[in-house]
């Protein structure tokens, strides 16, 4: 099992059917945890990366109802460093 987290920032507040059908991904086999920060407007979802994938994570909730704007990146990579010319 391969923990993964994908971190999303969404528009418009979610209506009540929505926060319900979002409860219920969290029945869906592999998601791990969902977790809503409405003062940034993000939700960050913890899954199986063994059993899904970050574009099925996204279907699912934007399927029930909540209006994701975009993918917040969780870290950036550090730039290749080059080796110094030899002398």
Do not use: C, W
Not at 4 to 11: D, F, I, P, T
Not at 15 to 33: C, D, F, M, P, Q
Not at 34 to 49: C, G, N, P, Q
Not at 57 to 66: M, N, P, S, Y
């Amino acid at each position: 099992m391969t923990q993964v987290e994908v971190l999303y920032r969404y528009g418009a507040t979610p209506s009540e059917s929505a926060t319900l059908a979002i409860a219920n991904i969290r029945e869906v086999y592999g998601v791990r945890k969902i977790v809503f920060h409405e003062a940034e407007k993000t939700v960050r979802v913890e899954y199986d990366s063994t059993r899904l994938t970050e574009p099925v994570i996204h279907q699912l909730l934007r399927r029930a109802g909540l209006d994701v704007v975009e993918k917040v990146q969780l870290y950036t990579l550090p730039e290749p460093v080059e080796p110094a010319p030899a002398a």
